[in-house]
Nanobody
Framework: QVQLVESGGGLVQAGGSLRLSCAAS???????MGWFRQAPGKSREFVAT????????YYADSVKGRFTISRDNAKNTVYLQMNSLKPEDTAVYYC???????????????WGQGTQVTVSS
C-alpha cells in the first residue's frame, strides 16, 4: 500500500508563492496523481492532476495559469507550484492516487494528512 505525505504549506501573503510536495512510499509510483484542497466549511475540491508519465495535466479553472503540477518519478514525489496566491486559495491541500484523471478526477480513497496553506490579504 502506498503512503502519501504532503509538505510545504505555510502562511504567505497574497501574491506570494509556495511549493507543495507529496512524497509516496511503498509500491511502485506508476500512478496518475492529483492535488485536492478543502477549505473550512467546504467540500474537498480538485486542484490539479498529472498522469504517471507527466504527459497529461488538468487544472481547475480557479488555479489555471497560477499553479503548476509536476512530478519526479525517480523521487516518488509530486509537486504543486503555486504562484500569485489569493486568500481564496486558503485550504488544506491533499495529494491522492487517482483512479480517473479526466475531470472531474476520482481519487482512490487513500489520502495523506494534508498540508495547510494560508494566504493573508
Amino acid at each position: 500500500q502506498v503512503q502519501l505525505v504532503e509538505s510545504g504549506g505555510g502562511l504567505v501573503q497574497a501574491g506570494g508563492s509556495l511549493r507543495l510536495s507529496c512524497a509516496a512510499s511503498g509500491r511502485t509510483f506508476s500512478y496518475d496523481m492529483g492535488w485536492f484542497r478543502q477549505a473550512p466549511g467546504k467540500s474537498r475540491e480538485f486542484v490539479a492532476t498529472i498522469s504517471w508519465s507527466s504527459t497529461t495535466t488538468y487544472y481547475a479553472d480557479s488555479v489555471k495559469g497560477r499553479f503548476t503540477i509536476s512530478r519526479d518519478n525517480a523521487k516518488n514525489t509530486v509537486y504543486l507550484q503555486m504562484n500569485s496566491l489569493k486568500p481564496e486559495d486558503t485550504a488544506v491541500y491533499y495529494c491522492a492516487i487517482l483512479i480517473r484523471i479526466n475531470p472531474p478526477p476520482i481519487a482512490s480513497g487513500s489520502w495523506g494528512q494534508g498540508t495547510q496553506v494560508t494566504v493573508s490579504s
